[in-house]
């Protein structure tokens, strides 16, 4: 099956700074690739997808990057800002309709 | 803007009891997941459901859970003999393709 991992698993910016989290997957039928924000103690919330044919998007301050050789994808947030605080987690879907996750990253933004 | 919407937001049970955790989906999405997170770690799949089966599960979904759609509005996870190790946040997603999945709220089960 799918394997994700995510690192760094902790990850402390200066509010302003950019953070970088990255994920490596092992299934190269994995096809989609979706990024997911949970605040303490609510509901995993999708930020931003990309799809194997595409190499990169941005949505505002949020961008993903994809490299299908390599097997990894990069969510990259710029100036960062308190509310950006939380665990993202990435995930990959091989088409089989599941989801497999990554292990996670607490973002801290510090003001 | 429409939510995925569970209940109950958290239940408590014996070990050994059956529990059903309730989901009432995005009204226009034909996709239907269940997902647990243990407390501190990371969201597991458990099932996918389409056109009124189950499209794919996980091996952490053996015989003891089952998943039903008794009406056109809820989606519902039944586990019928509670462990300890159930304890776990148990998320309900929806899609209207095959991604893009909106997950709801949660439901805390706690197995005493």
């Known amino acids: 099956g799918e394997n994700v991992e995510q690192h760094p698993s902790t990850l402390s910016v200066q509010e302003g700074d950019s953070a970088v989290i990255k994920c490596t997957y092992s299934d190269s039928a994995s096809n989609y690739f979706p990024w997911y924000k949970q605040e303490l103690g609510k509901r995993p919330q999708l930020i931003i997808d990309i799809r194997s044919n595409v190499g990169e998007k941005k949505d505002q301050r949020i961008a993903v990057t994809l490299n299908k050789t390599a097997k990894h994808f990069s969510l990259h947030i710029t100036e960062t800002q308190p509310e950006d605080s939380a665990v993202y987690f990435c995930a990959a879907e091989t088409g089989a309709n599941n989801l497999f996750f990554g292990t996670g990253t607490r973002l801290t933004v510090i003001p | 803007e429409p939510e995925v919407t569970q209940t109950p937001s958290h239940q408590v049970t014996q070990m050994g009891q059956e529990v059903i955790l309730r989901c009432v989906p995005i009204s226009n999405h034909l996709y239907f997941y269940w997902y647990r997170q243990i407390l501190g770690q990371k969201v597991e799949f458990l099932v996918s459901?389409?056109?009124?089966?189950?499209?794919?599960k996980s091996e952490i979904f053996d015989d003891q859970f089952s998943v039903e759609r008794p009406d056109g509005s809820n989606f519902t996870l039944k586990i019928r003999s509670t462990k300890l190790e159930d304890s776990a946040m148990y998320f309900c997603?929806?899609?209207?393709?095959?991604?893009?999945?909106?997950f709801g709220q949660g439901t805390r089960l706690t197995v005493v």
């Open positions: 997603a929806s899609s209207e393709l095959t991604v893009g999945a909106f």
């Open positions: 459901f389409y056109n009124n089966e189950i499209s794919e």
